[in-house]
């Protein structure tokens, strides 16, 4: 599964770090390092980081559509700010 | 044909081509479909692969977190392109509606979008540019073949510039314990991107972390051994180093030669477009059918006094993007204007840095949160006599605030109360920024002047 995070929008909550450690973790205080790409063991933990995510940064494949995204989880948030 | 009937056509079975396969690009079909565009759409990427995110390739990449190839970015929505990949574009026809690529054909166009974006810098001298172990870092090929390299474990990485990725290579190598020497024309890293009282900050963030930091100082040339092999760096101090790794970290150059005898108003600072994202023609005349987007563009902008800027920013490739797909397929009362307020960020020594606003318009900045020997503050740059950036080290969700204020023209020096204020931050002080008249690398927004087109740039028609 491909995924990016809008670090613009990131603020270092955390919540997926805890969620998929495997593919978020913070570097620091509050600076996220994630892996762009999570195998499939991760699928599921990481949909619910995407889902878990205070400000909605990252989105993922697969998991939502954009535009008529249902309201809640897994919802892609717009990257623009 | 009426205009609502052209749009409607548009929208329908127009031809759209985009040029610049990236995160403009892709992001500007996404919407292109989301808006109800069911026309053709041609994707052009110079780079043989699709879509990928390039700010993991200096940070999880480096760090082994990700493998370099594995950056793709997610999609937001099908597409329905065709893809050509591998070819980059080398010429345009406005009259004809046609772009040419590299292998010969030529794709017409009702609508075309140029996000080209930039690439990095080489280093000038080309016989030590090819010195085996001589390394610059922007594309997944490059990212492919530093990442080995450091995997490899080398003696020695020198990083020629103290920019963001510069920094972060630095930072990154560290982290794995490799060696680290880094050369700095500036005084000090970031110095172009915030200014020096911020650059003094990031001076010491390196060497804490083990970098041999040289500041002041340029790199005169590159040594190879009898293989050809990279080995020493010699700095304008008269110092030499040992390395086996030198990366090129010099800024980046706007993909904008294809263009050059277009008539686009296309030169070395990017194309000048409007607010709506419409390239300019060299004559200063605004285009309706050509648009732009990403780091190759720039465009005025009304919170900073309608200056041409140019942002090399991850943000900004998306939103402009966004308006620039919009404004295509829509009628001229419906377009929008690009007016993202310019924001970006660095992970580097384990420090989140991250700004908003245009701190190179800075002529003061003062810390009105926290403290700079804490490495944990906002720093808040004034600009005649109000608030036009911001930068926090470790304290983003402050940032959201002082966006606020850029947009509001929020007066400056900052005389309201804030949280863990210090009594270093009651007093603004000068942001000493490099003279802008000298080349840096580290500035990501560029202040390219007035002028939609640079009139000492020499126009040549196009051969048709």
Same mark, same amino acid.
Request: glycine share 10%.
């Given at each position: 599964?491909?995924?990016?995070?809008?670090?613009?929008?990131?603020?270092?909550?955390?919540?997926?770090?805890?969620?998929?450690?495997?593919?978020?973790?913070?570097?620091?205080?509050?600076?996220?390092?994630?892996?762009?790409?999570?195998?499939?063991?991760?699928?599921? *933990?990481?949909?619910?980081?995407?889902?878990?995510?205070?400000?909605?940064?990252?989105?993922?494949?697969?998991?939502?559509?954009?535009?008529?995204?249902?309201?809640?989880?897994?919802? !892609?948030?717009? /990257?623009?700010? | 044909?009426?205009?609502?009937? %052209?749009? #409607?056509?548009?929208?329908?079975?127009?031809?759209? !081509?985009?040029?610049?396969?990236?995160?403009?690009?892709?992001?500007? &079909?996404?919407?292109?479909?989301? #808006?109800?565009?069911? $026309?053709?759409?041609?994707?052009?990427?110079?780079?043989?692969?699709?879509?990928?995110?390039?700010?993991?390739?200096?940070?999880?990449?480096?760090? +082994?977190?990700?493998?370099?190839?594995?950056?793709?970015?997610?999609?937001?929505?099908?597409?329905?392109?065709?893809?050509?990949?591998?070819?980059?574009?080398? $010429?345009?026809?406005?009259?004809?509606?046609?772009?040419?690529?590299?292998? +010969?054909?030529?794709v017409p166009y009702d609508r075309l979008l140029i996000a080209t974006g930039v690439r990095a810098r080489p280093w000038p001298r080309e016989e030590e540019a090819q010195l085996d172990g001589v390394f610059t870092l922007r594309t997944?090929?490059?990212? !492919?073949?530093?990442?080995?390299?450091? *995997?490899? +474990?080398?003696?020695?990485?020198?990083?020629?510039?103290?920019?963001?990725?510069?920094?972060?290579?630095?930072? &990154?190598?560290?982290?794995?314990?490799?060696?680290?020497?880094?050369?700095?024309?500036?005084?000090?890293?970031?110095?172009?991107?915030?200014?020096?009282?911020?650059?003094?900050?990031?001076?010491?963030?390196?060497?804490?972390? +083990?970098?041999?930091?040289?500041?002041?100082?340029m790199v005169t040339g590159l040594e190879g051994d009898s293989v050809g092999r990279v080995r020493a760096a010699h700095l304008s101090d008269g110092s030499v180093v040992d390395t086996d790794v030198v990366v090129v970290s010099l800024?980046?150059?706007?993909?904008?030669?294809?263009?050059?005898?277009?008539?686009?108003?296309?030169?070395?600072?990017?194309?000048?477009?409007? &607010?709506?994202?419409?390239?300019?023609? %060299?004559?200063?005349?605004?285009?309706?059918?050509?648009?732009?987007?990403?780091?190759?563009?720039?465009?005025?902008?009304?919170?900073?006094?309608?200056?041409?800027?140019?942002?090399?920013?991850? $943000?900004?490739?998306?939103?402009?993007?966004?308006?620039?797909?919009?404004?295509?397929?829509?009628?001229?009362? /419906?377009?929008?204007?690009?007016?993202?307020?310019?924001?970006?960020?660095?992970?580097?020594?384990?420090?989140?840095?991250?700004?908003?606003?245009?701190?190179?318009?800075?002529?003061?900045?003062?810390?009105?949160?926290?403290?700079?020997?804490?490495?944990? %503050?906002?720093?808040?740059?004034?600009?005649?006599?109000?608030?036009?950036?911001?930068?926090?080290?470790?304290?983003?969700?402050?940032?959201?605030?002082?966006?606020?204020?850029? #947009?509001?023209?929020?007066?400056?020096?900052?005389?309201?109360p804030t949280m863990d204020r210090r009594p270093e931050g009651r007093k603004p002080v000068p942001a000493d920024f490099p003279d802008p008249s000298l080349p840096t690398h580290g500035a990501t927004v560029t202040l390219s002047g007035?002028?939609?087109?640079?009139?000492?740039?020499?126009?040549?028609? &196009?051969?048709?």
């Amino acid at each position: 599964m491909r995924l990016v995070v809008d670090l613009n929008r990131c603020q270092g909550y955390a919540q997926c770090a805890f969620l998929a450690p495997e593919v978020f973790t913070m570097h620091g205080e509050e600076s996220l390092v994630y892996s762009p790409w999570a195998g499939d063991e991760h699928r599921e *933990k990481a949909a619910r980081a995407v889902a878990a995510c205070p400000v909605q940064a990252i989105t993922a494949d697969g998991l939502a559509d954009p535009a008529d995204a249902p309201a809640g989880a897994g919802r !892609v948030a717009s /990257d623009a700010r | 044909m009426p205009a609502e009937q %052209f749009h #409607e056509w548009l929208r329908r079975e127009g031809r759209i !081509v985009v040029v610049g396969a990236s995160l403009a690009g892709l992001r500007a &079909a996404e919407t292109l479909r989301a #808006e109800g565009f069911t $026309g053709s759409l041609t994707m052009i990427g110079d780079e043989p692969y699709e879509p990928y995110d390039r700010p993991p390739l200096s940070k999880a990449v480096l760090l +082994g977190m990700s493998a370099p190839d594995r950056t793709d970015l997610p999609r937001r929505r099908e597409i329905d392109a065709t893809w050509r990949l591998g070819v980059a574009a080398t $010429g345009l026809d406005l009259a004809a509606h046609r772009v040419r690529l590299a292998d +010969g054909d030529e794709v017409p166009y009702d609508r075309l979008l140029i996000a080209t974006g930039v690439r990095a810098r080489p280093w000038p001298r080309e016989e030590e540019a090819q010195l085996d172990g001589v390394f610059t870092l922007r594309t997944r090929d490059d990212a !492919v073949r530093l990442h080995r390299r450091l *995997k490899a +474990g080398p003696r020695r990485v020198f990083v020629i510039g103290a920019g963001f990725t510069g920094s972060e290579i630095a930072s &990154a190598c560290r982290h794995q314990g490799i060696a680290v020497t880094v050369a700095e024309r500036a005084d000090a890293p970031l110095v172009g991107a915030l200014g020096g009282v911020i650059g003094s900050v990031a001076a010491e963030l390196h060497r804490d972390n +083990g970098v041999d930091l040289r500041t002041g100082v340029m790199v005169t040339g590159l040594e190879g051994d009898s293989v050809g092999r990279v080995r020493a760096a010699h700095l304008s101090d008269g110092s030499v180093v040992d390395t086996d790794v030198v990366v090129v970290s010099l800024g980046a150059t706007r993909n904008t030669e294809w263009l050059a005898d277009s008539g686009l108003g296309a030169g070395p600072r990017g194309i000048a477009c409007d &607010a709506g994202c419409r390239a300019f023609d %060299f004559r200063g005349i605004v285009t309706d059918d050509v648009y732009v987007a990403g780091d190759v563009a720039r465009s005025p902008h009304a919170l900073f006094g309608y200056q041409f800027l140019s942002l090399e920013h991850w $943000g900004n490739a998306v939103a402009q993007a966004e308006v620039a797909a919009h404004n295509m397929i829509s009628a001229s009362a /419906d377009r929008r204007p690009h007016l993202w307020v310019p924001a970006f960020w660095s992970a580097q020594f384990g420090v989140n840095i991250k700004s908003v606003g245009v701190p190179t318009m800075g002529e003061e900045i003062m810390i009105t949160q926290g403290s700079l020997a804490e490495r944990r %503050f906002v720093g808040v740059y004034g600009y005649r006599g109000r608030v036009i950036a911001a930068v926090s080290f470790d304290n983003t969700r402050w940032l959201e605030f002082y966006e606020g204020q850029i #947009e509001r023209g929020a007066p400056f020096p900052v005389e309201y109360p804030t949280m863990d204020r210090r009594p270093e931050g009651r007093k603004p002080v000068p942001a000493d920024f490099p003279d802008p008249s000298l080349p840096t690398h580290g500035a990501t927004v560029t202040l390219s002047g007035y002028s939609p087109a640079d009139r000492r740039l020499v126009f040549t028609p &196009a051969r048709h």
